[in-house]
């Protein structure tokens, strides 16, 4: 196979490669050559500065504040949404009843209908889900007051997003919301390919189904468990963090910077206050945070590979 | 997550005393009645969620049949009558069916630039041995974890001085570009997969190396072809940081980029009605064809973190 070879990788990598590297790479390297000059965006003349942009970000109160948030997301979006995920997914493949004659262990009953709603946040655009939800949170005409008021809950009438010390909280319901049934189907078909014989045996040594969740099912989810750890930090602390932040709160990130996240930080500084070199320097910061988390996780979630 | 200490993670016969167990024999009524109460509340803490789910699209759904004055009112009583204008508002003045339009033609574009070039490149790495193959997968595979947004300050300088910013193709460009890290990935891995024996065939057939790749390898490698093209589909026909970005002018907004818009304008018009009118029918599209492709949009989409 070896008759025109290179001509033929040259011809079929030269515009996938091309494309990718002009579009993802070289604007990524550039970002990290623009966090040490003063270049505004807005004309093409700038200089070097060393690390100002870096010492300016270390005394920026609104960085701290954006790392603060996006932290706070990647350590408690992933820990929440694969919970409820495990817990979710365990009941609809283990919490059935036993039926005379069957195995012994089973799911409940409308296990594909459950899985089949729960997944419908996953395939709307996180924008609709944001938007649907900023009209559910407002405090006047709501949905979610509306809804209190209608159950005699008349004094419980929070501000929501209007709240700076519960607007945060929020949106990362929000962000719970549309990412648990991505999990639940994903842990549902790892749970599904767990061997019947296992459960049995667990079961025939008196393990309670608590037991049996922690000492077999999620063990053997482990591998699945953590990639989908990893893949929602990332999300958490990306893309969609900064559209239901964007499109949610007041100011954005707002109120008094209550909710702002450091990808919104970096948007707000390119394309709204014409700093984009002090831009990519919170984007370097975020590249950090992003890989540190992924490197973090990996390390942590290490242990030995199961065979079943 | 307190489990990540859990010491033996198989439970391995008598290795695991459960303390409150007797284990002297089996326990058939017990057995059972666990089963039924935790059916019960399986059942139960199931649902709950099924109705946290349903229960914000459906009220979206009901709201975009009522009028301003109800929505703010009562947000839970049924619309008096079907508002059927509220569509037709959002359709034509809120400019719903050009956001459609740009949005079909810019995913239609991408989506297939996508499916060509990632399966080129994914193919090429996953059968030929050169220099350099490891690294450009890396390069490629890398792209998943980075966060887009440091990129898109300088691509936005990049985007505009080829004179592409807010057009229709140098979106698509930027969207498959942004694409192709999961892309090839996953195909590189479904390439792998394939045999090697039916290529080889071809090849001493007298079939050239494109030849045997159209003919040949794309339609062995269909299955994952949809599967990617699904994941894709809906990211692409979601996506909406990018827009935001590269694609400010408004005759050419996308969907997403048009409903937020939209939004941010009824504050001042107050057609609050069509704006919901405008979120069902950008929603129902694709729930419909979710509910339609079933398993093939839940393949795709998990296919990849199972990996």
């Known amino acids: ?308 | 997550m307190t489990t990540t200490e859990s010491p033996a993670p198989l439970p391995a016969g008598p290795g695991t005393p459960v303390a409150k167990t007797d284990a002297s024999g089996p326990r058939p009524r017990t057995a059972k009645k666990e089963g039924g109460v935790l059916n019960v509340f399986s059942h139960g803490v199931l649902i709950i969620w099924a109705v946290m789910v349903v229960l914000p699209l459906l009220w979206a759904v009901m709201t975009s049949f009522k009028d301003d004055s109800s929505i703010f009112g009562s947000p839970w009583s049924l619309p008096d009558r079907l508002h059927f204008d509220n569509w037709s508002r959002a359709w034509t003045q809120a400019s719903m069916g050009d956001y459609f339009l740009n949005t079909i033609l810019v995913v239609a574009g991408s989506l297939t630039g996508t499916l060509v070039l990632g399966s080129m490149a994914a193919y090429v790495l996953a059968r030929f041995d050169f220099p350099g193959n490891r690294f450009i997968y890396f390069l490629f595979v890398g792209g998943m974890s980075f966060p887009i947004m440091l990129a898109l300050v300088p691509l936005f300088y990049v985007v505009n001085n080829m004179g592409l910013l807010n057009t229709i193709h140098g979106l698509i460009l930027v969207y498959i570009a942004y694409s192709l890290p999961f892309t090839v990935f996953f195909l590189t891995a479904f390439f792998r997969t394939l045999p090697t024996s039916v290529a080889e065939a071809a090849f001493v057939d007298g079939a050239s190396h494109s030849r045997t790749f159209f003919q040949i390898m794309l339609p062995m490698a269909k299955p994952g072809l949809i599967s990617v093209g699904i994941f894709n589909f809906l990211g692409q026909w979601n996506q909406y940081m990018l827009p935001t970005v590269l694609n400010t002018d408004p005759d050419k907004k996308v969907l997403t980029q048009g409903l937020v818009q939209l939004a941010v304008s009824q504050g001042y018009k107050g057609d609050w009605s069509g704006l919901f009118a405008g979120l069902v029918m950008a929603m129902l599209p694709v729930l419909a064809a979710y509910i339609v492709f079933q398993r093939q949009v839940v393949a795709g989409l998990t296919a990849g973190a199972l990996k």
């Open chain 1, 1 to 308: 196979m070896q008759h025109g070879k290179y001509r033929f990788i040259v011809g079929f990598l030269a515009i996938p490669l091309g494309l990718y590297a002009l579009f993802v790479i070289w604007p990524f390297i550039q970002s990290i050559y623009y966090s040490f000059t003063d270049w505004t965006g807005l004309s093409p003349e700038f200089e070097m500065v060393g690390f100002d942009n870096y010492t300016r970000m270390f005394q920026d109160e609104i960085f701290w504040k954006s790392l603060e948030h996006s932290l706070l997301f990647a350590l408690v979006l992933p820990v929440v949404t694969i919970g409820l995920a495990l817990f979710f997914a365990f009941m609809i493949n283990v919490g059935g009843r036993r039926r005379r004659g069957g195995p012994v262990i089973t799911g409940v009953r409308g296990s594909a209908f459950y899985k089949i709603v729960y997944f419908f946040p996953q395939v709307l655009s996180i924008a609709i889900v944001a938007l649907l939800f900023a009209f559910a949170y407002n405090p006047d005409s709501g949905a979610i007051n509306s809804l209190l008021r209608g159950v005699g809950l008349d004094g419980l009438q929070p501000l929501w997003l209007g709240d700076p010390d519960l607007a945060l909280w929020c949106v990362m319901a929000v962000l719970v919301w549309s990412t648990v049934g991505f999990f639940v189907v994903l842990f549902s078909a790892g749970m599904a390919s767990i061997p019947a014989e296992l459960y049995e045996a667990a079961l025939l040594d008196g393990a309670d189904r608590v037991t049996t969740f922690f000492r077999l099912t999620l063990p053997l989810l482990w591998d699945t468990v953590q990639s989908g750890w990893v893949y929602m930090g990332i999300l958490a602390l990306g893309a969609e963090s900064f559209a239901v932040v964007q499109i949610m709160t007041t100011g954005p990130g707002g109120p008094d910077y209550s909710t702002t996240v450091m990808v919104l930080y970096v948007y707000q500084k390119a394309f709204r206050d014409g700093q984009a070199a002090y831009a990519t320097t919170i984007g370097v910061a975020l590249l950090v945070v992003t890989l540190a988390f992924a490197a973090i996780v990996m390390r942590l979630g290490r242990r030995e590979r199961l065979e079943f």
